[in-house]
């Protein structure tokens, strides 16, 4: 018993001890030269000028929630659907039931008007 809790610490040790290692090495090699520039807080594009807080509309946000829900049940079905003449009943049946929850969520968004571009 106490050899298998060997190989596993060796093994942490070991994914411990390399990124260290290299962060270590890292820090120690890398050139440093530090300016205000390389110091600032980096932002990608041009300067902002007057105020950056803009409002955008919460619907996007809807919608990229209905597209990661339905995005995630294409990932899940996959692996269901190339096994299908494989699983049994209780499988078929579940596959089902995943589908008729997901389809009554998008009914339930639909009837709401969340899918209405405005």
């Avoid at 018993?1 to 270590?24: D, K, R």
């Avoid at 829900?69 to 039931?97: H, R, S, T």
């Avoid at 995943?98 to 339930?108: C, D, E, Q, R």
Wanted: a neutral charge; aromatic letters at 16%; proline letters at 5%.
């Amino acid at each position: 018993m106490l050899h298998e809790w060997l190989y596993l610490g060796i093994f942490l040790t070991v994914a411990l001890a390399i990124p260290a290692a290299a962060l270590i090495i890292a820090g120690i090699l890398a050139p440093k030269k530090p300016n205000p520039i390389k110091n600032s807080t980096y932002e990608c594009g041009m300067e902002t000028v007057g105020v950056s807080w803009v409002q955008f509309k919460v619907q996007y946000y809807i919608y990229g929630l209905v597209f990661l829900v339905f995005d995630v049940e294409a990932v899940l079905l996959y692996p269901w659907a190339v096994a299908y003449n494989k699983v049994p009943l209780y499988g078929v049946l579940e596959a089902v039931l995943f589908v008729l929850i997901l389809a009554s969520g998008l009914i339930y968004v639909w009837r709401k008007g969340a899918l209405e571009w405005v």
